[in-house]
């Protein structure tokens, strides 16, 4: 029974995370500021992230783990880029 639930729980988490990423891509093409459009592609990524860890969960598997993890790593990193760079107008100093 606990797994049935916990299957039942796992893809309607799945559903609930496609519909904030495609919320999400709806932000960075409408946005009207380059500021919300960076908000949009960072909930993208932890979006998409947490959609990866689900499927590790569901299929029992390590790769998803460890992508999920790479793109955790690359969406702070682009996010910290894209930041300084609508501040101060340049990202390497």
């Known amino acids: 029974m606990s797994s049935v639930i916990i299957s039942w729980s796992i893809s309607i988490s799945q559903m609930f995370l496609l ?3 495609g919320c999400c891509a709806i932000c960075m093409i ?3 500021r380059a500021q919300d459009r960076i908000v949009g592609l960072d909930a ?3 979006s ?3 959609l990866l860890i689900t499927f590790g969960m569901r299929t029992g ?3 998803y783990f460890e992508a999920a993890l790479v793109i955790a790593l690359f ?3 682009s996010t910290a880029a894209l930041a ?3 501040m101060r107008g340049e990202v390497i100093e």
């Open 19 to 21: 519909l904030a990423m």
């Open 30 to 32: 409408r946005g009207p």
């Open 84 to 86: 300084k760079f609508l």
């Open 48 to 50: 998409g992230m947490l």
């Open 61 to 63: 598997s390590t790769i």
């Open 75 to 77: 969406g702070f990193i």
């Open 44 to 46: 993208f990524y932890v």
